[in-house]
T-cell receptor, first 114, second 113 residues
Framework: SQTIHQWPATLVQPVGSPLSLECTVE??????LYWYRQAAGRGLQLLFY??????ISSEVPQNLSASRPQDRQFILSSKKLLLSDSGFYLC?????????????FGDGTRLSIL | GDSVTQMEGPVTLSEEAFLTINCTYT??????LFWYVQYPGEGLQLLLK?????DKGSNKGFEATYRKETTSFHLEKGSVQVSDSAVYFC????????????FGKGNQVVVIP
């Protein structure tokens, strides 16, 4: 069966520090991969998605970037965090090329910026 | 673009009550529709889905029917339990190869014993 792992589960970082959140998927090949942010009390905002290694699409301009160095690895990064980067970050995967398939989510990373 | 609208505000109800959460959508094609549930501090879990008109998705006592004529996918459960307290999100997929989802804003459901 397929599993998705995100780490760390929680992170407290000072303003201006770098960020690296990692997400890996097991049990499937060539997945679509996604990064979302969920601000407190609000819905989900799609940040990035990827349909293959090295292919990244950005949904909103921001202080963050994403990379996909391996087929089942998706990394969310920042060179300098802002207070507004606080939130709950979720990684998800879906079957490649199928528009009728759901996305499957990791347990999330709660990021607090001080 | 494609979008999903959920009813405003939290839903508070007593155990064994009937639950309805409204969801309507706007889409240019024929989307697939999903309900996700998020328990406190966790990621989203797929609750149910429907991929074409008149399909009924069901799971754990929850049901939703894909209504093309009213562009709706309302979530229902006949008798809620305290353990159903969570945030519920309606979502649609535009059936493109990248399988992006558009989410509603979510509804907090609180079930009181």
């Amino acid at each position: 069966s397929q599993t998705i792992h995100q780490w760390p589960a929680t992170l407290v970082q000072p303003v201006g520090s770098p960020l690296s959140l990692e997400c890996t998927v097991e049990g499937t090949s060539n997945p679509n991969l996604y990064w979302y942010r969920q601000a407190a009390g609000r819905g989900l905002q799609l940040l990035f998605y990827s349909v293959g290694i090295g292919q990244i699409s950005s949904e909103v301009p921001q202080n963050l970037s994403a990379s996909r160095p391996q087929d089942r690895q998706f990394i969310l990064s920042s060179k300098k965090l802002l207070l507004s980067d606080s939130g709950f970050y979720l990684c998800a995967w879906s079957v490649l090329g199928r528009g009728d398939q759901p996305q499957h989510f990791g347990d999330g990373t709660r990021l607090s910026i001080l | 673009g494609d979008s999903v609208t959920q009813m405003e505000g939290p839903v508070t109800l007593s155990e064994e009550a009937f639950l309805t959460i409204n969801c309507t959508y706007t889409a240019t094609g024929y989307p697939s529709l999903f309900w996700y549930v998020q328990y406190p501090g966790e990621g989203l879990q797929l609750l149910l889905k429907a991929t074409k008109a008149d399909d009924k998705g069901s799971n754990k006592g929850f049901e939703a029917t894909y209504r093309k004529e009213t562009t709706s996918f309302h979530l229902e459960k006949g008798s809620v339990q305290v353990s159903d307290s969570a945030v519920y999100f309606c979502a649609l997929s535009d059936r493109s190869g990248n399988n992006r989802l558009a989410f509603g804003k979510g509804n907090q459901v609180v079930v009181i014993p």
